[in-house]
């Protein structure tokens, strides 16, 4: 059996108010063959729609992308992502004193078919046509009914493109989420390829969910700059239910008295007031503690702008994001040697888990049980096969499945089982996927 990392699973269940409820939007597009003017990438196949914005981009440039998702959704959010040096945009809109670089798509059409058999020949219709995009991630809706392929036309070359997704909006679907914050956010959400994503996590323990993810973090950037950029993030991040904000860091970076908090706190209201005023959720992440010893002058993040934080998310009435704070405090190791503040490989993992436990109540209010009891398994297909899974004493058994399927036994921290054999008594749970598709159970070893 395949094995693969999970990360933690220790999702806590909180009473949420039903005015965060999450419609589901089914993932169309994993595990499908992105076709390339015509011709199935043949490099990677897969690679470029498994939701993982790993080194995807092909040796070539490409302004004609399509896929094949099937018939039968009336419309689409299709989501995605291009390559500069991982921020979310260029300098010269979001001012920063760092520089970045990157050629997002710029002008380009979205067209939708009937009876394409690859991606170009058949019968296309514009379904959408932008112009002037800024950023390299992005998500748009579009209609789709009747239609089986979707195509992007770029009018200009795009040399590192690497992922795409599509979403069932059918059903209003709005499990569509923006990842707004800094460099932290670049190198967690997208700078390091990491075994199980935010929507990886949320999707392993609530089967009916797959997250939409658009990752926008930008180094560098404070809140001032971002309220002088606003416009950037309400024309081009406004299209998603929830932002996941990471933001503080850079604004209190040096500052051992706490003088900015009056303005952070003032720019960060600004932030929940737009997102709000285009029926967004934002739910804000308390900010990185650092490892002083690495960083300059033995630096630490004044507590005043946690505080900060704290009264936001009460004063607004907001989801509880995660609490990096006193998480990387307890774990320095998993933050860089170098400066003591970004986070290593370990630490991306670790805030894709943080991430995903915190909003799991929202999950959990929308009607979903998630992993049920004993060994019941969910899946997030009907026709995909429903594996029996079994205890037999000390060991779990696997049977049915796909024979391309992979199976991985978890433990409530996050530890993956090596074997599904002599383990030792707890909980579990099974996680098996095939095909794009998955069901989880939770079973217990006595």
Same mark, same amino acid.
């Given at each position: ?15 949420? &108010? ?6 589901? @939007? #089914? ?5 499908? @063959?992105?076709? %390339? ?19 995807? &981009? ?35 809109? %979001? ?37 002037? @995009? ?13 239609? &089986?392929?979707?195509?992007? /036309? ?41 075994? !199980?994503?935010?929507?990886?996590? $949320? ?22 700059? +971002?309220?002088?950029? +606003? ?13 996941? +904000? ?37 739910? $804000? ?8 010893? #690495? ?50 490989? &370990? ?38 096969? %429903?594996?029996?899974?079994? /205890? ?28 599904? !054999? ?22 217990? +070893?006595?």
């Amino acid at each position: 059996m395949k094995r693969f990392g999970l990360g933690s699973l220790c999702f806590v269940a909180l009473a949420v &108010s039903a005015t965060f409820a999450i419609t589901p @939007n #089914a993932n169309l597009s994993a595990g499908k @063959n992105l076709y %390339i003017s015509g011709k199935v990438n043949s490099k990677n196949p897969g690679a470029f729609t498994d939701g993982h914005v790993g080194q995807n &981009s092909p040796d070539f440039e490409m302004s004609d992308i399509a896929l094949k998702v099937g018939e039968g959704p009336a419309k689409l959010f299709i989501t995605w992502e291009t390559r500069g040096d991982e921020s979310w945009v260029a300098d010269e809109y %979001i001012t920063t004193i760092c520089k970045h670089t990157g050629a997002p798509m710029s002008d380009f059409t979205i067209q939708t078919s009937a009876n394409s058999t690859n991606g170009v020949n058949g019968d296309w219709e514009d379904a959408l046509q932008v112009t002037g @995009n800024l950023v390299m991630s992005r998500g748009v809706e579009i209609d789709f009914a009747g239609k &089986s392929w979707f195509r992007i /036309v770029s009018k200009d070359k795009v040399s590192k493109f690497e992922e795409v997704g599509a979403y069932d909006m059918s059903n209003g679907g709005d499990d569509t989420w923006f990842f707004l914050g800094t460099s932290i956010t670049q190198c967690g959400l997208k700078m390091f390829e990491v075994d !199980s994503t935010f929507s990886d996590l $949320i999707h392993a323990r609530f089967p009916a969910y797959t997250p939409a993810m658009v990752r926008g973090g930008i180094a560098c950037v404070n809140t001032t700059q +971002i309220m002088d950029g +606003i416009q950037v993030y309400m024309d081009h991040a406004t299209s998603v239910k929830y932002w996941a +904000i990471e933001m503080g860091t850079n604004d209190a970076w040096g500052d051992v008295l706490g003088l900015n908090v009056e303005t952070f706190t003032r720019n960060m209201q600004v932030i929940i007031d737009s997102a709000k005023a285009h029926g967004i959720t934002p739910i $804000i992440a308390r900010m990185m503690a650092t490892n002083p010893p #690495a960083t300059e002058e033995n630096w630490q993040v004044n507590p005043r702008f946690l505080d900060a934080i704290d009264s936001l998310v009460e004063v607004n009435n907001l989801p509880k994001g995660p609490d990096f704070y006193n998480y990387f405090l307890n774990h320095p190791e998993e933050l860089s040697a170098e400066d003591g503040v970004h986070p290593l490989p &370990s630490g991306a993992q670790s805030m894709q888990r943080l991430w995903a436990e915190a909003v799991a109540p929202l999950y959990a209010s929308s009607g979903s049980s998630g992993i049920g009891v004993g060994a019941k398994a969910q899946s997030t297909n009907a026709r995909f096969k %429903i594996p029996q899974i079994q /205890v037999e004493g000390r060991s779990i058994r696997v049977k049915g499945t796909d024979a391309d399927a992979s199976v991985s036994i978890v433990t409530p921290m996050g530890q993956v089982m090596q074997s599904a !054999s002599n383990l030792p008594s707890g909980n579990y749970m099974v996680v098996v996927r095939s095909r794009g598709n998955s069901v989880t159970a939770r079973v217990q +070893i006595k």
